[in-house]
């Protein structure tokens, strides 16, 4: 493995085929969840993978039952509790978007079991999203008692139109992978056993392909994406105020104690 990624220790990297770069979150025990060093990673590695002369196309996965369970508590916790992690916090959720959208290298998502928070940023911003049936794709933002930033903003109503981003975003609704796949969220879904190969079929065909050709048309269709940052910065400094309230505070204490939140109905605004 080149050793552009020898510094990484919250993702895995293999070569399952030619100029076939794959990503894997590695840390089952917690259905890889994503932790500080984890958020940063994901957000520094499509820079690397955009250098890297030898990869032609990209596969992002999961390592165990999950794809990625979202931010772990103790992350969340700091960003509650740190102004300065906060401030950082909003800086990596605006590079992990916009890192994925202007990396060259087409990227192919294998989503199972759970998939939220940062490690679901990615896997909607693939070229080409994978589902497995029993894939568990949830926006936990107002469940947690923020603003649904991070990817919500720039691709859930683009994909699967207002009403049915609405409806998941607000009401923090899960869906399987045949739903995501029906409403237009992700490109296709599979069973859960055939997942890993099709994924490594379709990135072989992405990496055999006139490189020049699929990195252009990627850009140009990218474009939709890039007119919504506004709405995108937006949405993300809105979920990082609202990490500054008591409804985030709330909100986790609600996970922690595996309970329904109880927020003050009585909002500011």
Known sequence: MSDRYAAYTQLE???????????TFNRPERLNAVNADGHRELCDVWRDVDRDPTVN??????????????????MIEQIIEDPKYRWQALKEARDLVYN?????????????????GAGLVAA???????????????DGHTRLGV???????????LLCGMAKAKYHLLLCEPMSGEEAERIGLVSLCVDEADLQDKALEIAQRLATGAPAAIRLTKYALNNWLRTMGPSFDASTAYEMLGFASGEAREGLASHREKRTPKFDPDCAL
């Open 147 to 157: 603003a649904a930033g991070d990817v919500a903003a720039i691709i859930w109503p």
């Open 13 to 23: 990297f293999d070569r399952p085929a030619e100029r076939v770069l794959r990503i």
């Open 100 to 116: 994925v959208i202007n990396c060259s290298k087409p990227i192919v998502s294998a989503i199972h079991g759970p998939a939220v």
């Open 57 to 74: 196309a990209v596969i992002l996965r999961g390592l165990g039952r999950a794809f990625s369970a979202g931010g772990d508590f103790e």
């Open 124 to 138: 909607l911003l693939s070229d080409v999203s994978i589902a497995a049936r029993n894939a568990r794709i949830i």
